[in-house]
T-cell receptor
C-alpha cells in the first residue's frame, strides 16, 4: 500500500525567506510523486511532478522538489517566499500501475510581510 | 489546455433532496474521471473512479446508492448526492484524465455543498 506523510500541518515564513515543505512517502514500487497547491475554495493546481529521470524537478512559481529514494522523501522548496504563495500544499503519490492518487494531509503555508 | 470545470460552484439544498454536480473536461476527452471529497482542513478523499461508458468504481466505505456517478460521455461526469443530509456537506472536487496512457489528472475548481 502507498501512503504520504506531510510533516507540519502549518508552516509560517517571512516574505523572502526559504520555503521548505516536507513530504515522505511509502511505496512498494517506484512511485510517481506530485505537489499540488490549493487556494481557498478552489481546486488543485499542479506545481510539479516526478515520474522518472532527473531527481530534481522544477515546477511553476519558482518551486522545486527533489526525489530522494534513500530517504523516501520529496520535499518542496522555494528560495524566496512571496505573499502570493500563501495556500494549502498537498503532496501526492501514485503507483505507475494505477490511476489513484494518494494525498497527504496538506500543509498550510503562511507568509508574513 | 487541460481545463476542467465544475457546476455549480456552490449549492445549498434542503435535507432529503438530491443535488447533481457536473464535471466537464473543456478541451480534452477524459476517459477517466475521479471524484474526491474534502472535509474542512482535511486532505482529499477519493470517492470513486469512473470510466466513460462503464460503471463507477467506488472506494471502500463510499455508498454507491447515495453518491450516484454517471460518466456518459468523454467530456462529462456527474455526481448526484441523493437524499442529502447535513453530514454530506463538503467540498467536492472532480479530476479528469485523458486517454493515450497519460497519467496526469487535471482538477476542477470544486463544488461547495451545504445541506441545511
Amino acid at each position: 500500500a502507498q501512503s504520504v506523510t506531510q510533516l507540519g500541518s502549518h508552516v509560517s515564513v517571512s516574505e523572502g525567506a526559504l520555503v521548505l515543505l516536507r513530504c515522505n512517502y511509502s511505496s512498494s514500487v517506484p512511485p510517481y510523486l506530485f505537489w499540488y497547491v490549493q487556494y481557498p475554495n478552489q481546486g488543485l493546481q499542479l506545481l510539479l511532478k516526478y515520474t522518472t529521470g532527473a531527481t530534481l524537478v522544477k515546477g511553476i512559481n519558482g518551486f522545486e522538489a527533489e526525489f530522494k529514494k534513500s530517504e523516501t522523501s520529496f520535499h518542496l522548496t522555494k528560495p524566496s517566499a512571496h505573499m502570493s504563495d500563501a495556500a494549502e500544499y498537498f503532496c501526492a503519490v501514485r503507483s505507475p500501475n494505477t490511476d489513484k492518487l494518494i494525498f497527504g494531509t496538506g500543509t498550510r503555508l503562511q507568509v508574513f510581510p | 489546455g487541460a481545463v476542467v470545470s465544475q457546476h455549480p460552484s456552490r449549492v445549498i439544498c434542503k435535507s432529503g433532496t438530491s443535488v447533481k454536480i457536473e464535471c466537464r473536461s473543456l478541451d480534452f476527452q477524459a476517459t477517466t474521471m475521479f471524484w474526491y471529497r474534502q472535509f474542512p482542513k482535511k486532505s482529499l478523499m477519493l470517492m470513486a473512479t469512473s470510466n466513460e461508458g462503464s460503471k463507477a468504481t467506488y472506494e471502500q466505505g463510499v455508498e454507491k446508492d447515495k453518491f450516484l456517478i454517471n460518466h456518459a460521455s468523454l467530456t462529462l461526469s456527474t455526481l448526484t448526492v441523493t437524499s442529502a443530509h447535513p453530514e454530506d456537506s463538503s467540498f467536492y472536487i472532480c479530476s479528469a484524465r485523458g486517454g493515450g496512457g497519460g497519467y496526469e489528472q487535471y482538477f476542477g475548481p470544486g463544488t461547495r455543498l451545504t445541506v441545511t
